[in-house]
């Protein structure tokens, strides 16, 4: 179906799931711009946006980032923060007990941590545990820009 903007509309599905909504589960969509007869799914799109705000993940996790009109490009968003694997964490290091600075892999294969107290660090999912920011670089990892 073409839409009022002259675009090709779609529901892609991967495997038994609408791509859609795991769009919408990551915080990495929002629901805009629904016009009838396009509106079969709006209610669980709806649904799963609003878990999403909740959970306070992806575009939900800046202030006042999404608007009504889009996206506030000036409060930026760093996709950095997108768990994409199930991976656990790796086994902490010898001789630390406490490992807390998280290593994180970007979507788009960058290594990036975050330490305490950052802006992400409550909502990323390590994939690996550091002791020490030293040992997160010689990793091979670059700190987290906010």
């Not at 675009?7 to 919408?24: P, Q, S």
């Not at 929002?30 to 509106?39: D, E, G, L, M």
Request: charged residues 25%.
């Amino acid at each position: 179906m073409i839409n009022n903007y002259g675009r090709l509309l779609a529901y892609v599905w991967v495997g038994d799931k609408m791509f859609n909504e795991l769009l919408l589960e990551q915080g990495l969509a929002r629901v805009a711009y629904i016009f009838a007869p396009n509106t079969k799914h709006v209610d669980r799109f709806y649904e799963i946006q609003k878990e999403a705000q909740q959970k306070a993940i992806g575009i939900w996790s800046i202030e006042n980032y999404t608007t009504d009109r889009g996206f506030d490009e000036d409060r930026g968003f760093d996709e950095n923060v997108i768990d994409t694997t199930e991976e656990a964490p790796s086994e902490q290091q010898p001789g630390c007990d406490n490992p807390t600075i998280k290593g994180n892999h970007s979507s788009s294969g960058e290594l990036i941590y975050h330490v305490p107290g950052g802006q992400f660090y409550e909502q990323t999912n390590p994939e690996e545990m550091f002791c020490t920011e030293e040992e997160a670089q010689e990793a091979g990892y670059r700190k987290s820009k906010r």
